[in-house]
């Protein structure tokens, strides 16, 4: 009886959900998770060729339907064409998984560190909340609506360990360099990133009647191949020790899309092997 119980609440058999960053490192692995449960997933990104590589890939793995598509979060007539689509495609939307986030990589030519504070160019604050807070807030309304029409529907924002933290800068600095431009975690990526839960407790409560539920997500530092002294710094500085493999919040993300967090919204799940609790 157990094991039918678990089976049902994690199911997501003719459950759509449309993932934002959708090919991206934690895009695919979210896409996984849902797709392990039998859902049907929609993987939007900016790139088109890689949203559709990454959804083919998808299909093969889990013989599921998938379906990468070109969206582009900034733009509101985008997210209402694209909505449009998917309706026309599937019939309905259960599922939103705010993923998608700017990774800035700005030429240094000034001489200048342009991730400090003093230094951070203010195209580059426009550029990553436009991407990470507002594009959020828009899928969310033009999806989110949607939902609530049908009284039926799951959001998840994807925050991080920095949205209930502060970045430990220590862990960036480079031997031989300048404190003027030792490299640091930008303003951009917690201030998006903690927006993003406030985002969540105003969403859970003004569609809690209407059959929409909204949590937030809060994962650590995975690890993709950086250099060996940042990954041992951060290590460090986690109680079990280690960074995430890419594969180990597909559970944690299976669990508030499906039933099996029926009773739960408004909440930040943290999933950062402890590294808050210190």
Same mark, same amino acid.
């Given at each position: 009886?157990?094991?039918?119980?678990?089976?049902?609440?994690?199911?997501?058999?003719?459950?759509?959900?449309?993932?934002?960053?959708? $090919?991206? @490192?934690?895009?695919?692995?979210?896409? *996984?998770?849902?797709? &392990?449960?039998?859902?049907? +997933?929609? =993987? !939007?990104?900016?790139?088109?060729?890689?949203?559709?590589?990454?959804?083919?890939?998808?299909?093969?793995?889990?013989?599921?339907?998938?379906?990468?598509?070109?969206?582009?979060?900034?733009?509101?007539?985008?997210?209402?064409?694209?909505?449009?689509?998917?309706?026309?495609?599937?019939?309905?939307?259960?599922?939103?998984?705010?993923?998608?986030?700017?990774?800035?990589?700005?030429?240094?030519?000034?001489?200048?560190?342009?991730?400090?504070?003093?230094?951070?160019?203010?195209?580059?604050?426009? $550029?990553? @909340?436009?991407?990470?807070?507002?594009? *959020?807030?828009?899928? &969310?309304?033009?999806?989110? +609506?949607? =939902? !609530?029409?049908?009284?039926?529907?799951?959001?998840?924002?994807?925050?991080?360990?920095?949205?209930?933290?502060?970045?430990?800068?220590?862990?960036?600095?480079?031997?031989?360099?300048?404190?003027?431009?030792?490299?640091?975690?930008?303003?951009?990526?917690?201030?998006?990133?903690?927006?993003?839960?406030?985002?969540?407790?105003?969403?859970?409560?003004?569609?809690?009647?209407?059959?929409?539920?909204?949590?937030?997500?809060?994962?650590?530092?995975?690890?993709?191949?950086?250099?060996?002294?940042?990954?041992?710094?951060?290590?460090?500085?986690?109680?079990?020790?280690?960074?995430?493999?890419?594969?180990?919040?597909?559970? !944690?993300?299976?669990?508030?899309?499906?039933?099996?967090?029926?009773?739960?919204?408004?909440?930040?799940?943290?999933?950062?092997?402890?590294?808050?609790?210190?």
């Amino acid at each position: 009886m157990t094991t039918q119980i678990a089976n049902g609440t994690f199911d997501l058999t003719g459950r759509v959900a449309v993932i934002t960053g959708g $090919a991206g @490192l934690l895009g695919k692995q979210h896409a *996984a998770a849902i797709a &392990s449960a039998g859902g049907t +997933v929609v =993987m !939007a990104d900016i790139c088109l060729e890689r949203a559709q590589d990454a959804a083919s890939q998808i299909q093969r793995e889990f013989s599921v339907s998938a379906w990468g598509m070109h969206l582009d979060i900034t733009k509101e007539d985008d997210i209402c064409a694209f909505r449009d689509q998917v309706l026309a495609k599937f019939g309905h939307i259960e599922i939103l998984i705010n993923n998608a986030a700017n990774n800035p990589k700005v030429e240094n030519d000034s001489g200048k560190n342009f991730t400090r504070l003093e230094n951070f160019p203010l195209s580059q604050w426009d $550029a990553d @909340l436009a991407v990470g807070l507002t594009g *959020a807030f828009l899928c &969310s309304r033009v999806i989110g +609506v949607e =939902m !609530a029409r049908r009284h039926k529907g799951v959001i998840v924002n994807v925050a991080s360990d920095l949205a209930v933290i502060a970045p430990d800068q220590r862990i960036y600095r480079q031997p031989g360099v300048a404190e003027e431009n030792q490299p640091v975690k930008p303003v951009t990526y917690s201030v998006v990133k903690t927006a993003l839960i406030g985002l969540t407790r105003y969403l859970a409560t003004y569609w809690a009647d209407a059959g929409v539920r909204v949590n937030s997500i809060s994962p650590g530092g995975v690890f993709a191949g950086q250099h060996e002294a940042f990954v041992e710094q951060v290590a460090h500085r986690i109680p079990l020790g280690r960074m995430a493999q890419p594969d180990e919040y597909r559970g !944690a993300i299976l669990f508030l899309c499906s039933d099996a967090s029926s009773y739960m919204t408004g909440a930040n799940l943290v999933v950062d092997g402890g590294r808050s609790c210190w």
